[in-house]
């Protein structure tokens, strides 16, 4: 049996490049912090440089335990920075306690806030700048992997559309083998029925077969594992109920036996609960104490001014695990019996003109950061509902009440999408919810500040015509 020798398209230096350059970043952000802090005359040098030699080191190992000098094929950049920015705050922590146990010389907080600055905004260009590299090489036909994908789907055409026919993700399809009918744009990739498999492998170098088929070709997908396991060939399944699955899932083993589990979750690990209460706690108490403390007596202000009622609106809405919870805001509306039973539509007469003002720019949600506080709400997350709403959507959406598998937010990836304001369609309700679920199935802290970021621009420069 002749046989062409495949390429891998793995470089096994990378990691050792990315750790190369990571302390080369550290090493810098040192000399940077000590020309700020100290003018370049550091106090203690051999103290300070011994502390970068360990902080190096420090660095190395939680990179390797993170896994951030693992280049993925398929590179989602938001996600990348996101890991990496994670690995920097568990950083941080670890390197706060070195120093307050190891030593009793006083070691400058100002000097370590200003290395870890630093090194974060070069380590995220770095990381940005490499993941353009890669996908630049990539795209030039470097790098890459030959594909076998055995069986048609909806999956398997999905796959082919949005990853294997683009070359910034390094794939090279060599061949498509399904009994089922083949239309025009596969056609170049169709090499044949699935009988003919085992013969096109013997004479063509194939890195990773893809395969999707149904339960009853059990027997070729044996066969296709065992041929693929004595060839140094990888095997990756898509199982074929999965295409009538929305969400995302995974498989644990409980005692060897396979256990599928419907939805990732990533907020159910207590280090990114932690993570992301931290950020809630420090956002919200910086906008209390810079902003609220002169915002909040203007508003109280212009309110009792420009309409009859009371400053705040509190309405029972629904949090975390369909717990119900007093939801802040500025009343910007007239005092009506309708509050808890109506949305608000355009041009709703019960609607302030300083009101219309508020709910254009957002801020009568702004009290919401009390809830926050309270922890009945996070800065980020699905948009708390009404009672009665609730109610309602949790029948005629399907899925709906997924979203209170996360705790409220006072903004959202929802709303930065543009799923805000009135819901005139059951459609819109629908696209919500599943942008809601979205977020809580590939919550990362990354994409919190993302959010946020994008609603402050949102706030001053974007008109948003669901808004009001």
Not at 11 to 23: A, Q, V
Not at 238 to 256: A, C, G, K, M, R
Not at 271 to 300: G, H, V
């Amino acid at each position: 049996m002749s046989k062409k020798k495949s390429r891998k398209g793995k470089s096994k230096f990378t990691p050792l490049l990315f750790s190369i350059i990571d302390i080369i970043l550290l090493t810098i952000s040192f000399f940077l912090a000590n020309l700020v802090v100290f003018d370049g005359n550091s106090p203690d040098i051999i103290f300070y440089s011994s502390s970068a030699l360990v902080l190096c080191f420090i660095w190395v190992i939680v990179s390797l335990k993170f896994n951030l000098y693992e280049i993925p094929r398929i590179i989602f950049t938001y996600k990348v920075l996101s890991e990496n920015i994670y690995a920097v705050f568990n950083f941080s922590l670890l390197i706060g306690g070195v120093l307050f146990f190891s030593t009793n010389t006083n070691f400058s907080t100002q000097f370590l806030i200003y290395v870890l600055f630093f090194f974060i905004v070069g380590l995220l260009f770095w990381r940005f700048l490499a993941m353009y590299i890669i996908k630049t090489y990539r795209k030039q036909g470097n790098n890459y992997r030959n594909v076998l994908l055995v069986g048609l789907n909806k999956n398997i055409a999905t796959l082919i559309d949005e990853i294997y026919l683009k070359p910034k993700y390094g794939y090279k399809i060599v061949g498509l083998f399904t009994d089922a009918n083949v239309k025009n744009n596969l056609k170049e990739h169709y090499k044949g029925g699935l009988s003919e498999v085992t013969a096109f492998l013997d004479n063509n170098p194939v890195d990773e077969i893809i395969i999707s088929l149904p339960h009853h070709a059990g027997k070729l997908i044996n066969d296709l594992f065992r041929y693929a396991d004595n060839n140094m060939i990888r095997v990756r399944v898509i199982p074929e109920f999965s295409e009538y699955l929305s969400q995302t899932f995974s498989i644990d083993y409980v005692q060897n036996i396979p256990i599928l589990k419907l939805r990732s979750e990533p907020l159910n690990s207590i280090t990114n609960r932690t993570l992301k209460r931290c950020f809630d706690m420090l956002f919200s108490l910086l906008t209390i104490l810079f902003i609220f403390s002169w915002l909040f007596p203007i508003i109280a202000i212009i309110i009792k001014l420009t309409s009859k009622g009371p400053v705040f609106f509190v309405q029972e809405r629904t949090g975390k695990d369909g717990i119900a919870f007093n939801c802040f805001k500025f009343r910007s509306m007239t005092v009506n019996a309708d509050s808890d039973n109506l949305q608000a539509t355009k041009n709703d007469a019960r609607i302030t003109d300083f009101g219309a003002f508020m709910r254009k720019t957002s801020i009568d949600e702004l009290p919401q950061i009390i809830n926050v506080l309270f922890n009945q709400m996070s800065l980020v997350g699905p948009r708390p509902h009404m009672l009665k709403h609730t109610d309602e959507y949790r029948i005629l959406v399907d899925k709906f009440m997924v979203r209170h598998f996360a705790k409220p937010g006072v903004t959202g990836w929802a709303q930065i999408n543009g799923f805000r304001g009135e819901t005139k369609l059951l459609k819109d309700m629908e696209n919500r919810a599943a942008a809601d679920i979205w977020y809580i199935e590939n919550w990362s802290f990354f994409l919190d500040i993302k959010i946020v970021l994008s609603t402050a621009w949102s706030m001053f420069f974007k008109k948003d015509e669901n808004a009001f």
